[in-house]
């Protein structure tokens, strides 16, 4: 079985779990162990290069590394950049392109590994991942690897991306404001409405202040999915997605239901039920409203209800606290749903001019697949945070410190995330003996009205020479304007059809071209 950590994808009515395979490869090929400085010449480097990491770099002398070196005979060299809302990152990544100085493994966006691909710079990995990732090349269903090469020009796969088989996002409620005020759960967008009202008004904190917020989203309308899947909008994150419309493959952004979902929002942001801040919020600061315990009602990740790295902070402010998660609230006339894309992002690409240390790359990201990774990612070391007992691992959660086990996850950074139900289990029984319970059921309930998208794993070659659609620009300007009451709801009317004539057409053209390509019999 095997185990994940959470982070970021889906399968239609599942019950949910999501994990993030730290990846830190091996195969059955892999180097025999390694150990003392007279095998010191044994061990390769790699480069690894991915986006922003909070914790301080493990260095070679980490117990942890060290493990991982003499496990696969490979360390992990870790390379970053600033995020800078991803700005920064990609002008990193176009520097190292046209540079020539590519690490041996990097993590894209953008369309970077499109411009790698088209270029001749991308490694081909249909031989190498079957031999050197055995477990990660089996862990991935057949479709998905055929989606990959469909957005490849010959066919072959150039790179490896995440997979997420169950929903781990939706409704995340305060259960005890719900108490407070003597609610139930949410079943239609009336009672959700009305317990809105009830969080802004019956000071469900306790705190004598009204500053409670209902609902919260984040800067350019991210993170308020569950406004939008009451009127089944496919969005992922706060952008808009592509799926099915009478047969056809469309970008819901332009659709009539988004039309009724923006005029929705703008009545609960005038009945100031929706955070009047929400189109300011940045991450840090969403977070810390949530934290500071004056959101009542969010959207995100299951995991986050318990994690440390979640919300599990903000019982030390509010030892009553707790959280649950809800289908989506229901309303006359529509088909609501929570999104879900299997594939979700472009994972890793191997630099064709790192061919000379794929086999070592591969290995590395195959790692969390195998018993060994799974353990390691699960339960740390041996007499470290678990003992033996009788035959069996006895998991120490006191001895597995916060530090230790974000040292961990940190080795395993540069990971494929996947997520499936059984590895989610495995983690929480783990982990969260007293709480893995809860987290189930909010994994079912969130899993009754959730939808794999048509669109899921489309190319972004198809937005090539249409930036503002890619980047959802034109979408946020008029979702935003509507929302806050700067512009009228006819306004949407406008936004439809600026976005067929600046290219939108074309755009959704090409989207059903791949989409009838992907999917022939």
Same mark, same amino acid.
């Given at each position: 079985?095997?185990?994940?950590?959470?982070?970021?994808?889906?399968?239609?009515?599942?019950?949910?779990?999501?994990?993030?395979? +730290?990846?830190? !490869?091996?195969?059955?090929?892999?180097?025999?162990?390694?150990?003392?400085?007279?095998?010191?010449?044994?061990?390769?480097?790699?480069?690894?290069?991915?986006?922003?990491?909070?914790?301080?770099?493990?260095?070679?002398?980490?117990?942890?590394?060290?493990?991982?070196?003499?496990?696969?005979?490979? #360390?992990?060299?870790?390379?970053?950049?600033?995020?800078?809302?991803?700005?920064?990152?990609?002008?990193?990544?176009?520097?190292?392109?046209?540079?020539?100085?590519?690490?041996?493994?990097?993590?894209?966006?953008?369309?970077?590994?499109?411009?790698?691909?088209?270029?001749?710079?991308?490694?081909?990995?249909?031989?190498?991942?079957?031999?050197?990732?055995?477990?990660?090349?089996?862990?991935?269903?057949?479709?998905?690897?055929?989606?990959?090469?469909?957005?490849?020009?010959?066919?072959?796969?150039?790179?490896?991306?995440?997979?997420?088989?169950?929903?781990?996002?939706? +409704?995340?409620?305060?259960?005890?404001?719900?108490?407070?005020?003597?609610?139930?759960?949410?079943?239609?967008?009336?009672?959700?409405?009305?317990?809105?009202?009830?969080?802004?008004?019956?000071?469900?904190?306790?705190?004598?202040?009204?500053?409670?917020?209902?609902?919260?989203?984040?800067?350019?309308?991210?993170?308020?999915?569950?406004?939008?899947?009451?009127?089944?909008?496919?969005?992922?994150?706060?952008?808009? #997605?592509?799926? +099915?419309?009478?047969?056809?493959?469309?970008?819901?952004?332009?659709?009539?239901?988004?039309? #009724?979902?923006?005029?929705?929002?703008?009545?609960?942001?005038?009945?100031?039920?929706?955070?009047?801040?929400?189109?300011?919020?940045?991450?840090?600061?969403?977070?810390?409203?949530?934290?500071?315990?004056?959101?009542?009602?969010?959207?995100?990740?299951?995991?986050?209800?318990?994690?440390?790295?979640?919300?599990?902070?903000?019982?030390?402010?509010?030892?009553?606290?707790?959280?649950?998660?809800?289908?989506?609230?229901?309303?006359?006339?529509?088909?609501?749903?929570?999104? +879900?894309?299997?594939? !979700?992002?472009?994972?890793?690409?191997?630099?064709?001019?790192?061919?000379?240390?794929?086999?070592?790359?591969?290995?590395?990201?195959?790692?969390?697949?195998?018993?060994?990774?799974?353990?390691?990612?699960?339960?740390?070391?041996?007499?470290?945070?678990?003992?033996?007992?009788?035959?069996?691992?006895?998991?120490?959660?006191?001895?597995?410190?916060?530090?230790?086990?974000?040292?961990?996850?940190?080795?395993?950074?540069?990971?494929?995330?996947?997520?499936?139900?059984?590895?989610?289990?495995?983690?929480?029984?783990?982990?969260?003996?007293?709480?893995?319970?809860?987290?189930?059921?909010?994994?079912?309930?969130?899993?009754?009205?959730?939808?794999?998208?048509?669109?899921?794993?489309?190319?972004?070659?198809?937005?090539?020479?249409?930036?503002?659609?890619?980047?959802?620009?034109?979408?946020?300007?008029?979702?935003?304007?509507?929302?806050?009451?700067?512009?009228?709801?006819?306004?949407?009317?406008?936004?439809?059809?600026?976005?067929?004539?600046?290219?939108?057409?074309?755009?959704?053209?090409?989207?059903?071209?791949?989409?009838?390509?992907?999917?022939?019999?």
């Amino acid at each position: 079985m095997k185990q994940l950590r959470w982070r970021n994808l889906a399968s239609s009515g599942a019950l949910v779990v999501i994990a993030t395979s +730290l990846v830190i !490869g091996c195969s059955n090929n892999a180097p025999a162990p390694t150990s003392g400085a007279a095998d010191a010449k044994k061990v390769e480097k790699i480069r690894v290069f991915r986006g922003p990491i909070d914790p301080p770099l493990p260095d070679t002398n980490n117990k942890y590394t060290q493990y991982f070196i003499k496990q696969l005979g490979i #360390e992990p060299v870790y390379e970053t950049a600033p995020w800078g809302g991803g700005a920064d990152y990609a002008q990193k990544l176009q520097t190292m392109i046209a540079s020539g100085d590519l690490p041996d493994i990097i993590r894209p966006m953008n369309g970077v590994e499109q411009t790698l691909i088209t270029q001749g710079g991308a490694l081909a990995l249909d031989e190498l991942l079957p031999k050197y990732a055995p477990n990660l090349w089996k862990y991935f269903p057949k479709e998905i690897w055929d989606i990959v090469r469909s957005t490849s020009p010959d066919g072959k796969i150039y790179y490896i991306p995440s997979l997420q088989n169950t929903n781990n996002r939706g +409704l995340i409620l305060r259960t005890d404001w719900l108490k407070n005020v003597g609610l139930g759960l949410p079943e239609t967008q009336d009672q959700f409405v009305e317990m809105l009202r009830a969080f802004r008004d019956k000071d469900p904190n306790g705190n004598g202040k009204k500053d409670e917020i209902p609902t919260s989203g984040r800067e350019q309308g991210r993170w308020m999915d569950h406004i939008f899947a009451m009127y089944g909008v496919a969005m992922w994150e706060g952008y808009p #997605e592509w799926d +099915l419309i009478d047969g056809k493959l469309q970008y819901s952004g332009i659709q009539p239901n988004m039309k #009724e979902a923006i005029k929705f929002a703008r009545d609960l942001y005038k009945e100031k039920l929706l955070d009047n801040e929400t189109f300011l919020n940045k991450q840090e600061v969403w977070t810390g409203k949530i934290l500071n315990d004056t959101v009542g009602a969010f959207y995100h990740i299951v995991d986050s209800t318990i994690t440390v790295g979640g919300y599990e902070g903000l019982r030390k402010k509010n030892p009553n606290a707790d959280f649950t998660m809800v289908p989506v609230p229901k309303v006359t006339g529509y088909n609501g749903f929570y999104s +879900l894309k299997r594939f !979700g992002f472009v994972e890793w690409v191997i630099p064709k001019k790192a061919e000379a240390k794929a086999a070592s790359v591969l290995k590395y990201l195959d790692f969390y697949y195998t018993p060994e990774g799974v353990d390691f990612n699960s339960y740390g070391l041996e007499n470290d945070s678990f003992v033996m007992e009788n035959g069996k691992k006895k998991y120490l959660p006191d001895k597995d410190t916060t530090e230790n086990w974000t040292q961990r996850k940190t080795i395993f950074s540069a990971s494929v995330s996947t997520f499936d139900y059984k590895s989610k289990v495995a983690e929480l029984t783990i982990k969260y003996p007293t709480r893995y319970k809860d987290m189930i059921e909010m994994y079912d309930r969130i899993n009754k009205t959730t939808k794999v998208l048509a669109g899921d794993g489309m190319p972004i070659s198809v937005y090539d020479g249409f930036a503002d659609i890619k980047t959802h620009k034109l979408f946020q300007q008029y979702m935003a304007n509507i929302i806050i009451g700067e512009w009228p709801i006819e306004k949407f009317d406008e936004l439809v059809k600026k976005w067929n004539e600046s290219g939108g057409t074309e755009v959704t053209k090409r989207a059903n071209e791949w989409y009838q390509k992907v999917n022939k019999k």
